[in-house]
């Protein structure tokens, strides 16, 4: 089958399209023929070395996520049949033709969606609503705060907390403010360089709401981390899921204190199979149905030939997207 | 009635004793005669000028927790009478011969503890059980690790960890390890100016524990912050309780997301009085029966006349006791 293969460690040239062997699923397994791969952040990284697929294969395949339809399945596989659309998160190997998952990872396609959409829904809507939801807390009447809103993760955030009946701002670039807030976003400001603490708490008060936000999403941290601490409220949370200004940072802990807030790091790809499964079937019973009613709707910014991965991994790069960025494979 | 008010904020020399008129018990509230009363840092931060309470009043009397017996009953109270021993926390006034409290928020003495071993209870224990089980989720099996370990907080945490079958390491000042030892602590390491992290991991090796802590209670901040993130396990919880170091910390962020910890901060003067009374109520029924089968003692270092509050204090400062020190009032 056709791949894109790291050659190395670097830039986006390290990717090249090579034709690999077909991995064979197990006994619990589909083998899937990927029709549309999602791009995501972590993609960048491994392909720099700096973050490995903790399940080693001889040829290192980036792509966290795909679609397509089952093309074969491992003998005591029982809830899925050859030609089913369905669509899911792995720890890698899906920038491919071909790749396998265990049968209750994968995630059926709502009705509705076409594959293009379905590919780009796991990674940025299971993280966000994993994030917000189900380790911010976050619940109707409450007030998120998510960093990089005009992101994979960040549009599907926006959704989210719209759609369970709580309110969102949302950080972004300055190009992107009206793009936030025609997703649902209720107050959207720029991050960088005026000081968005102040223009966040300028926007809830003219919107009567309240003086600071319950749950804070951030892939920033760095000097993000501290404003995040202030921005929270007393008993809040603030969930680091990424760390795009890198690891170190210099905060008040006494805010965490005073607010007896809680800091919560996460990760999708580090977990055990097993949490990442009950995850995925959780995802698939408490948000998949709101893409059916049309409360929720995948953001794609652009696709690609599975042999251009280098062109989106640029675009990615140079942060221009909004939205998702899909490889298209078959 | 005598009591210690505050004249001004600085030193243990602004603490006197003053005549000053009996606090009024609400119609929910108990009039408690205090037959001791417990030192806390927080008064020491308090007569510094920098943990005001919450609950003005005309004067200022610290003390945040009491042991005494129930002098008059409000009104509308009906789970006391006249008499009665009890015990608990407030948000200030026990340097005193009198204290009003909810009724709900106070705690009966448990059989078999007379009330100076009472007075050593409610805030220590308290803050241990609710850093390390309620919020930390310590649980048998599992792995804690306690800072300041012979402080009143410390050797309430080292006892309980033993009494759900968890096991503890703590870290001490030099003088304090056979102490801390001898209270049941599986391990004790000096803090400073060893490198504890090396000495922790070696010493949990040697007990063939794993590798790291699933829970850390540190009452220092500071540089203990990002050491607290380098020794707690995937999935762990570090429990801010204090800031002894100040309140600035740098500290790596990619621990928190790699193993997905939880960094929380807790007070509990700060919290609203209804998350106080839930909070002894349960402390009431999982905890109190532990002193009452034997598996939990106060510890109490040294007992001051009310008159001596600034040498307890002096004494607190030099972080010189092991365990409570406690004021006589009556």
């Known amino acids: 089958m056709r791949a894109v293969v790291l050659t190395g460690y670097g830039g986006p040239e390290v990717m090249d399209v090579a034709d690999v062997a077909a991995p064979v699923p197990g006994p619990d397994e589909l083998l899937v023929d990927v029709h549309h791969a999602g791009v995501n952040r972590a993609d960048?990284?491994?392909?720099?070395?700096?973050?490995?697929?903790?399940?080693?294969?001889?040829?290192?395949?980036?792509?966290?996520?795909?679609?397509?339809?089952?093309?074969?399945?491992?003998?005591?596989?029982?809830?899925?049949?050859?030609?089913?659309?369905?669509?899911?998160?792995?720890?890698?190997?899906?920038?491919?033709?071909?790749?396998?998952?265990?049968?209750?990872?994968?995630?059926?396609?709502?009705?509705?969606?076409?594959?293009?959409?379905?590919?780009?829904?796991?990674?940025?809507?299971?993280?966000?609503?994993?994030?917000?939801?189900?380790?911010?807390?976050?619940?109707?009447?409450?007030?998120?705060?998510?960093?990089?809103?005009?992101?994979?993760?960040?549009?599907a955030a926006i959704q989210i907390a719209g759609a369970?009946?709580?309110?969102?701002?949302?950080?972004?670039?300055?190009?992107?403010?009206?793009?936030?807030?025609?997703?649902?976003?209720?107050?959207?400001?720029?991050?960088?360089?005026?000081?968005?603490v102040a223009a966040l708490r300028d926007g809830l008060a003219a919107l009567a709401g309240p003086d600071d936000v319950d749950v804070v999403l951030d892939v920033v941290g760095g000097e993000e981390a501290d404003r995040n601490l202030a921005v929270v409220r007393p008993k809040g949370c603030v969930v680091q899921v990424g760390l795009l200004a890198g690891p170190a940072a210099t905060v008040n802990v006494g805010q965490l204190l005073a607010k007896r807030v809680r800091w919560v790091g996460t990760v999708l790809r580090g977990r055990p199979i097993e949490e990442r499964i009950a995850t995925c079937r959780r995802f698939a019973e408490e948000v998949l149905p709101l893409f059916t009613a049309g409360r929720l709707h995948p953001v794609i910014d652009r696709r690609f030939p599975l042999a251009a991965a280098a062109e989106a991994h640029r675009v990615m790069e140079a942060n221009a997207n909004i939205g998702k960025l899909l490889l298209d494979v078959t």
Request: charged share 20%; aromatic share 6%.
């Open 44 to 155: 960048l990284l491994q392909r720099m070395g700096r973050y490995p697929n903790p399940e080693r294969s001889a040829q290192e395949i980036p792509g966290l996520e795909y679609a397509g339809t089952v093309a074969a399945l491992g003998e005591r596989v029982s809830g899925w049949r050859e030609g089913d659309p369905v669509m899911g998160i792995v720890t890698g190997g899906c920038y491919a033709e071909q790749v396998v998952t265990h049968e209750r990872l994968a995630l059926p396609v709502p009705p509705g969606l076409d594959l293009a959409d379905a590919a780009a829904v796991p990674e940025v809507f299971i993280t966000a609503w994993d994030a917000l939801v189900v380790l911010g807390g976050l619940s109707s009447g409450r007030w998120a705060l998510v960093h990089a809103g005009a992101s994979g993760v960040g549009t």
């Open 164 to 196: 369970i009946g709580a309110r969102v701002a949302v950080t972004c670039s300055a190009g992107k403010v009206d793009a936030c807030r025609a997703l649902g976003a209720d107050l959207a400001v720029e991050r960088s360089p005026a000081d968005w």
